[in-house]
């Protein structure tokens, strides 16, 4: 069985340690030097920026969030062993970790360190395309002449050279598609390496959980469970038109993902309709508080998006789902497109307090469309709010003051309220 060692890059033959090195860190797989479509996540992208740049915290849990009326961005695996999670309230997170140092975002670092780690993917191929700051699909196809070693080969040495080079660690997924790639990804973390190959694809799937496929949120599983659809088995026994007629697109989807057949390609052209995030909550809420506190941490992760494609967008969209998923969702055209986190959250504030109480509400969403490149967006002044120009300019000081100076240096009035 073809084996490699993730740390000296040695073919490895049958030892359990690698001869080379004396490595543990070795990945097996009978296809491992045939694969070709890869994903690649960053582990605990922001916590890791932080234990990167402060190196006191590195075996300290950490969580990325605002104030205890807050909620968390993301948290370190320190952390995660004690149930913190994204989207949680920072009350909840605390709760559950006390010893947790909270340190505010520093957007501008991470979009910087993404960048940094961009760079060493187009090194390797071409066709990159970025989901988001910390994740990315590569097509490695053809490379394997051209750099001399097969894709896996290539794919441990990316993650060597960002841990060595930045400072930051990923994880890679292998396989013969993107939905197996993003799948494969998420089974080995942190600093994992997992391949799922087409010989095994119908075996691996099976006993699987839907939730595991990408899109499938609380809401749409809790439609599939009320169809009796657990696992990728019960997917199996549907056929495709009842799945389309009973979920839609979304059933026509289903049916070849239960299969692991995704035809989508690798595209670092790929045209961006719009970008957005959402989140459902633990408990129903109406409250104003906890609305906003999500809404900041949505348009911080919108704007962190945007950054990383080099997009922007004209209009900005509010959506809210009830307690009995009707959906109410609002939107407005800026006069300028903008990328900014600030500008995205007070103009999404704006379209709450239009909606008024009409909690309450199991999920929240933000977003922008009417895409456009990133060289078009926030460039003119705003007539009707005439402070918006010094947010945005306070936003990118308050990032490079924390870049030199550290994560506590300078903070919104929003990250310090208790």
């Given at each position: 069985?073809?084996?490699?060692?993730?740390?000296?890059?040695?073919e490895?033959t049958?030892a359990?340690?690698?001869?080379?090195?004396?490595?543990l860190?070795i990945?097996r797989h009978?296809?491992l030097f045939?694969?070709?479509?890869a994903?690649?996540?960053c582990?605990?992208?922001?916590?890791?920026?932080?234990?990167?740049d402060?190196?006191?915290?590195?075996d300290k849990p950490?969580i990325?969030?605002g104030?205890?009326?807050?909620?968390?961005?993301?948290a370190?695996?320190?952390?995660r062993?004690?149930?913190?999670?994204?989207?949680?309230?920072?009350?909840q997170a605390?709760?559950?970790?006390?010893d947790?140092?909270?340190?505010?975002?520093?957007?501008?670092?991470?979009?910087?360190?993404?960048?940094?780690i961009?760079?060493?993917?187009?090194?390797?191929?071409p066709?990159?395309?970025?989901?988001?700051?910390?994740?990315a699909?590569?097509d490695?196809?053809?490379?394997?002449?051209?750099h001399?070693?097969?894709?896996a080969?290539?794919l441990?040495?990316?993650?060597?050279r960002?841990?060595e080079e930045i400072g930051v660690?990923?994880?890679?997924?292998l396989?013969?598609?993107k939905?197996?790639?993003?799948?494969?990804?998420?089974?080995d973390?942190?600093?994992?390496?997992?391949?799922?190959g087409k010989a095994?694809?119908?075996?691996?799937?099976?006993?699987?959980p839907?939730?595991m496929?990408?899109?499938?949120?609380?809401?749409?599983?809790?439609g599939?469970?009320?169809a009796?659809?657990?696992?990728?088995?019960d997917l199996?026994?549907w056929?495709?038109q009842?799945?389309?007629?009973?979920?839609?697109?979304?059933g026509?989807?289903l049916?070849?993902?239960?299969?692991?057949?995704?035809?989508?390609?690798?595209?670092?052209?790929q045209?961006?309709?719009?970008i957005s995030?959402?989140?459902?909550f633990?408990?129903?809420?109406?409250?104003?508080?906890?609305?906003?506190?999500h809404?900041?941490?949505?348009?911080?992760?919108?704007?962190d998006?945007?950054?990383a494609?080099?997009k922007?967008g004209?209009v900005?969209?509010?959506?809210?789902?009830r307690?009995?998923?009707?959906l109410?969702?609002?939107?407005?055209?800026l006069?300028?497109?903008?990328?900014m986190?600030?500008?995205?959250?007070?103009t999404a504030?704006?379209?709450?307090?239009?909606?008024?109480d009409q909690g309450?509400y199991?999920l929240?969403?933000?977003?922008?469309?009417?895409i456009v490149?990133?060289?078009?967006?926030?460039?003119?002044?705003?007539?009707?709010?005439p402070?918006?120009?010094k947010?945005?300019k306070?936003?990118?000081?308050?990032?490079a003051?924390?870049k030199r100076?550290?994560?506590?240096?300078?903070?919104?009035?929003?990250?310090i309220r208790?």
């Amino acid at each position: 069985m073809p084996a490699l060692c993730r740390d000296c890059l040695s073919e490895v033959t049958d030892a359990r340690r690698c001869p080379e090195c004396g490595s543990l860190r070795i990945v097996r797989h009978d296809e491992l030097f045939d694969l070709s479509i890869a994903h690649m996540d960053c582990d605990a992208f922001y916590a890791s920026v932080e234990k990167r740049d402060n190196p006191e915290l590195a075996d300290k849990p950490v969580i990325i969030g605002g104030g205890r009326r807050g909620v968390v961005s993301t948290a370190c695996y320190v952390a995660r062993i004690r149930g913190v999670r994204s989207a949680m309230p920072m009350f909840q997170a605390t709760k559950l970790c006390p010893d947790a140092v909270i340190v505010k975002p520093r957007m501008s670092v991470y979009v910087e360190t993404s960048r940094q780690i961009r760079a060493l993917m187009d090194e390797l191929t071409p066709s990159v395309e970025p989901l988001s700051l910390d994740e990315a699909f590569m097509d490695l196809t053809g490379t394997a002449k051209l750099h001399g070693a097969p894709p896996a080969v290539m794919l441990a040495r990316l993650v060597k050279r960002m841990k060595e080079e930045i400072g930051v660690t990923g994880s890679i997924g292998l396989s013969h598609n993107k939905f197996l790639a993003k799948v494969a990804s998420d089974l080995d973390k942190p600093q994992g390496f997992a391949v799922i190959g087409k010989a095994e694809t119908d075996a691996f799937l099976r006993d699987k959980p839907v939730r595991m496929i990408w899109g499938v949120g609380p809401a749409a599983q809790e439609g599939l469970e009320r169809a009796g659809i657990h696992t990728f088995s019960d997917l199996l026994r549907w056929d495709q038109q009842e799945l389309t007629e009973r979920f839609g697109s979304m059933g026509y989807r289903l049916w070849h993902l239960a299969r692991g057949q995704d035809r989508r390609k690798v595209s670092a052209r790929q045209p961006v309709k719009s970008i957005s995030k959402e989140t459902t909550f633990f408990e129903d809420t109406s409250s104003i508080e906890l609305l906003d506190g999500h809404m900041w941490r949505l348009s911080e992760q919108v704007a962190d998006r945007a950054k990383a494609k080099g997009k922007a967008g004209r209009v900005v969209t509010l959506k809210l789902k009830r307690a009995n998923f009707s959906l109410i969702s609002r939107r407005i055209s800026l006069r300028d497109a903008t990328q900014m986190a600030d500008t995205i959250y007070q103009t999404a504030r704006g379209l709450l307090d239009q909606v008024g109480d009409q909690g309450p509400y199991r999920l929240i969403g933000v977003g922008i469309s009417d895409i456009v490149d990133e060289s078009a967006a926030d460039l003119s002044a705003d007539l009707l709010d005439p402070q918006a120009a010094k947010r945005r300019k306070a936003e990118r000081a308050t990032d490079a003051i924390r870049k030199r100076f550290g994560s506590d240096a300078i903070q919104k009035g929003r990250a310090i309220r208790k």
